[in-house]
């Protein structure tokens, strides 16, 4: 069956730099692409953006444009997310979700705390 | 960007109920419209696609309606494990957006 296994939690300093991986398993990892989801605590759903597995294209949202920066690793099935100069307000949980447009499934999410 | 307005924000309902969930896209999204159930401190579950499209596994009471700039999520007869937040998404243009939830408590 499809699963998307998420890495742990994470604290971060203002400032720093967190990169969340994903490991998929159950589905041929390079016939899809990854989303990336994000949310903050007690908002709504927010998209980041997407990457092709196959061929690395990506498309990110233009509010995370130049700090985030979505990878994927073909020979281990494994896309990463990695978010730069983080502030308070980037505090939330990230999910991935396999897909480019609407996702079908998702991992258990990576809480990640912005704080000094 | 589209913005997707969802309402109502949240609802009170009992076991049996039959539950209408709106959503409202700020211009047309076609029918590039998913919905996703979502409990407390877990991911999203995708529920519905392309506006009517059920996905594998999802119970039947389950439907969804609608083209254009308004959709509907409709759960028939409300069950104990339906108690979640609902959420709808727009896939027809970037950036992807989501609609602010809907809370269905008891």
């Not at chain 1, 069956?1 to 203002?14: F, I, R, W």
């Not at chain 1, 990892?29 to 998209?47: D, H, I, K, N």
């Not at chain 1, 130049?66 to 073909?74: I, Q």
Request: aromatic share 12%; proline share 3%; charged share 15%.
């Amino acid at each position: 069956q499809v699963q998307l296994v998420q890495s742990g939690a994470e604290v971060k300093k203002p400032g720093a730099s967190v990169k969340v991986s994903c490991k998929a398993s159950g589905y041929t990892f390079s016939t899809y692409g990854m989303t990336w989801v994000r949310q903050a605590p007690g908002l709504g759903l927010e998209w980041m953006g997407w990457i092709s597995a196959y061929k690395g294209h990506t498309n990110y949202a233009q509010k995370l444009q130049g700090r985030v920066t979505l990878t994927t690793d073909t020979s281990t099935s494994t896309a990463y997310m990695e978010l730069r100069s983080l502030g308070s307000d980037d505090t939330g949980v990230y999910y991935c979700a396999r897909g480019t447009a609407e996702a079908d499934y998702w991992g258990q999410g990576t809480l990640v705390t912005v704080s000094s | 960007d589209i913005q997707m307005t969802q309402s109502p924000s949240s609802l009170s309902a009992s076991v049996g109920d039959r539950v209408t969930i709106t959503c409202r896209a700020s211009q047309g999204v076609r029918n590039y419209v998913a919905w996703f159930q979502q409990k407390p401190g877990k991911a999203p579950k995708s529920l519905i696609y392309f506006a009517s499209s059920l996905r594998d596994g999802v119970p039947s009471r389950f439907s969804g309606s609608g083209s254009g700039t308004d959709f509907t999520l409709t759960i028939s007869s409300l069950q104990a494990e339906d108690f979640a937040t609902y959420s709808c998404q727009q896939y027809d243009s970037y950036p992807l957006t989501f609609g602010g939830g809907t809370k269905v408590e008891i």
